[in-house]
């Protein structure tokens, strides 16, 4: 004898409601045809499951025993939905990634196949976002926000956002080849107090101060050169001696060319790149990119080197 989870519902709802007009309203079906196939489901179990009468409805003996099993069986049909739901969204989504800057550091090709192992009908879309968005499109809305990002710590709003570290990377300074400090072993941060430098647009924020050193200046102003939005207008800036600017150890070989050289410099705090996503956001699919961003990571750099 084979019971339908329809009707198992039906009779768990009016079990609840006691009340065959309400459980049919909170089912979206007509009262007469959840009474109907109630009687139907009495029919088939062979005994009646309710005691009805112009005033009430009760349960029966043997409603009585069958309500525990019944929601026992329709907990577990709908924990199994969600599970479908989760591993298919996990195998057949599509995951879109900004970043500000090329993300380098032999990561990606890594992240990608660590991806695919995990969800190999899962498609991984990059973008690149302007660094007028700090988030790398977090915040951005319809078709440009992006699910996760690689960006710079720090983030504008940290507790609307979670992250994981990618990359822990010194700050250099970045600057023309002919610059007086470029033929310089050693260079301090005081040295560059004076210089003009090369900003990030001042809707990031925060992190257009982390990028002008200004926790280390102790105060010291800032002489803005020029904005910069790109790497590319970063390289033709430096390039036309607009500025200097820092840049993180793994981006040097993005602006090393057209008579631009990079310094290390010291007095400056590391700066640090992570994979970030929105607050609260669990779905298996971006799970399975933090595990692969992981993996990628700890491949890249395994443990004592």
């Not at 007028?132 to 710590?153: I, M, N, Y």
């Not at 001042?202 to 790109?230: F, K, M, Q, Y």
């Amino acid at each position: 004898m084979d019971v339908h989870l329809r009707d198992l519902r039906y009779f768990v709802t009016t079990a609840e409601y006691l009340h065959f007009t309400r459980a049919a309203e909170a089912l979206f079906v007509s009262q007469p045809a959840l009474s109907k196939q109630i009687r139907l489901l009495e029919r088939q179990l062979r005994a009646p499951l309710f005691e009805r009468d112009r005033r009430s409805v009760h349960l029966t003996p043997v409603g009585e025993a069958l309500l525990p099993q019944a929601r026992e069986v329709l907990a577990a049909w709908d924990h199994g939905q969600r599970l479908l739901a989760a591993a298919t969204q996990t195998q057949q989504a599509t995951l879109l990634v900004g970043f500000s800057t090329g993300l380098g550091r032999g990561l990606l090709p890594g992240i990608r196949t660590m991806l695919a192992d995990s969800a190999p009908r899962a498609q991984l879309l990059v973008r690149q976002i302007s660094w007028e968005d700090p988030t790398g499109g977090l915040t951005a809305h319809g078709s440009k926000r992006t699910d996760a990002a690689f960006v710079w710590l720090p983030l504008p709003q940290p507790h609307s956002f979670e992250w994981m570290d990618v990359a822990t990377e010194s700050r250099l300074v970045a600057l023309p080849a002919d610059h007086l400090l470029a033929a310089r072993e050693h260079i301090d941060i005081s040295d560059l107090l004076d210089e003009p430098f090369l900003a990030l647009p001042a809707a990031s924020g925060a992190l257009r101060d982390h990028w002008l050193a200004t926790d280390e200046r102790r105060g010291h102003p800032v002489r803005i050169g020029a904005e910069i939005s790109s790497t590319e207008e970063a390289v033709e800036a430096l390039a036309a001696r607009l500025g200097i600017c820092l840049i993180a150890v793994g981006n040097a070989s993005l602006v090393t060319r057209d008579g631009v050289v990079v310094r290390p410099v010291a007095g400056l705090s590391p700066s640090r790149l992570v994979l970030a996503w929105r607050r609260g956001d669990d779905r298996p699919l971006l799970t399975a990119l933090r595990q692969a961003v992981l993996a990628a990571t700890t491949a890249e750099n395994p443990p004592g080197t």
